[in-house]
């Protein structure tokens, strides 16, 4: 089946730890993209990447990280300079064309121990 | 950047209602979505629309890019629409990047 892949569901972290949140997809999809959802809030963009090896900032980007090395992968590493973490995170991708349809995975709940 | 505010925040519908949900945004854009994020997280994307009319099933949806606003209807809702229902739009100058509302929660009671 085509789709995005996000793993863990549920993550903790621990005080003064990286994690990462893997985003896989197998759409052969050019762009991928990062948001973080707080409760009862919408989506605020943290990085996105429209080809391999180059990645741009978003509106929140502070205290996280990003890598894409292969064009199906985007992981997203949690610093511990971010210091308020606890959040919904949502990976996207989209064909890298004018309509940018975005298509979102299920999702990392990411709390704090 | 570009702003967009969603109307009601918050909604309650009896089963077989019609509802209409709005999305103001302040400047123009070429891409405009509607998605719907079930209960779980989930986000589904109903509707590509920078213009025009687009009907669904159930939903239909209306964007009057002059006048920077958008419209989702449901009707005859059923409990399986409840959720929050967001819009998100892409400036001219945007490069890609989604500018997302604030959302319109929506309960539909059986």
């Known amino acids: 089946d085509g789709g995005i892949t996000q793993s863990p569901k549920y993550l903790f972290r621990k005080e003064g730890q990286n994690v990462t949140l893997s985003c896989e997809q197998n759409l052969n999809h050019d762009a991928m993209y990062w948001y973080r959802q707080d409760p009862g809030q919408g989506l605020r963009l943290i990085y996105y990447?429209?080809?391999?090896?180059?990645?741009q900032k978003g509106d929140i980007a502070e205290g996280y990280s990003v890598s894409r090395e292969k064009k199906e992968s985007f992981p997203l590493t949690v610093t511990s300079a971010q210091k308020n973490p606890t959040a919904f995170y949502l990976c996207?991708?989209?064909?890298?064309?004018?309509?940018?349809?975005?298509?979102f995975g299920a999702g990392t709940r990411l709390s704090v121990l | 950047g570009i702003q967009v505010e969603q109307s009601p925040p918050d909604l309650i519908l009896q089963e077989g209602a019609n509802s209409t949900l709005r999305c103001n945004f302040s400047?123009?854009?070429?891409?405009l979505q509607w998605f719907h994020q079930n209960p779980w997280g989930q986000l589904i994307n109903l509707f590509y629309?920078?213009?025009g009319t687009k009907q669904n099933g159930r939903l239909s949806a209306t964007t009057v890019a002059t006048e920077r606003y958008s419209l989702l209807y449901i009707s005859s809702s059923q409990t399986t629409d409840s959720g929050v229902y967001f819009c998100?739009?892409?400036?001219?100058?945007?490069?890609?990047?989604?500018?997302f509302g604030g959302g319109t929660r929506l309960m539909v009671k059986p």
């Open positions: 629309i920078p213009s």
């Open positions: 990447s429209q080809i391999v090896n180059d990645f």
């Open positions: 998100a739009v892409e400036g001219n100058n945007a490069g890609n990047m989604l500018t």
């Open positions: 400047d123009s854009v070429n891409n």
């Open positions: 996207a991708s989209s064909i890298r064309a004018a309509k940018n349809i975005q298509y």
